[in-house]
């Protein structure tokens, strides 16, 4: 079981695909095949302004977790197989109640060499204080939704209220965002123009590649400080 939760956190974060499942698994909930929910795919354009008020919801119930778990499925290059620990689900909506966007923070990555040396980390802190940084593992504006500045909006609207939601669900806050870009796919300019830092980029080894053998994509690594003091926090406690 430990080594199959370890495959799912791999998996979430980008660094290889899982072969469909041959059976019935005992974990029902998280393994069973994820049910299509009704969209539409009518195109959304124009300016962010004729979609104000954007409605930012965190996924609570059985009907908004269906939708988020069915948009980043069927829409999302790295596709969604649910979440392990720790994780915030959002959902975005424009002033229609159509849906535009989903986001995803789960568990920070185990040790990257450029995000550590930016807060000072080493091995005896780390393990004591990655609870509190988050991954931004999944970012999704939907393909036929065409509107300037949405994601960094998006963006910038998440990093406001997400220490309070992660204190008000599990008790304590977080205080750091990270999260990898692809340079394969994408530049990363929502991210920059959100404000986030970027620290430098992943060296294309899988975290278990004990012979340097394994190639997986670079990623620019990006991180978003949630308060000030973060590295004192991070690193003094």
Excluded at 65 to 79: D, I, Q, W
């Amino acid at each position: 079981m430990a080594c199959r939760t370890l495959l799912l956190k791999l998996e979430a974060l980008g660094y290889f695909a899982l072969p469909k499942r041959q059976g019935a698994s005992p974990n029902a909930y998280r393994n069973r095949a994820i049910q299509d929910v009704f969209h539409d795919t009518t195109p959304i354009e124009g300016s962010l302004r004729e979609l104000m008020p954007l409605c930012v919801e965190v996924v609570k119930d059985k009907g908004s977790l269906s939708l988020f778990s069915f948009l980043l499925s069927r829409y999302h290059y790295l596709g969604y197989r649910g979440s392990v620990g720790e994780n915030m689900k959002y959902l975005v909506f424009d002033c229609r109640g159509r849906p535009l966007s989903c986001v995803l923070f789960g568990s920070a990555a185990w040790k990257v060499g450029c995000r550590d040396g930016y807060i000072g980390w080493d091995r005896a802190h780390r393990p004591r204080r990655l609870h509190l940084v988050t991954n931004n593992m999944r970012f999704l504006v939907l393909p036929w939704v065409k509107i300037p500045h949405l994601a960094s909006h998006v963006l910038g609207r998440v990093v406001r209220r997400i220490r309070e939601d992660w204190k008000k669900i599990y008790g304590h806050e977080v205080v750091l965002l990270e999260t990898f870009v692809d340079v394969s796919r994408f530049r990363g300019t929502c991210y920059r123009a959100a404000n986030w830092h970027l620290v430098g980029r992943t060296k294309g080894r899988s975290r278990n590649d004990r012979y340097n053998t394994i190639r997986v994509p670079q990623k620019d690594v990006y991180v978003y400080p949630l308060r000030s003091g973060f590295r004192e926090i991070l690193v003094d406690g």
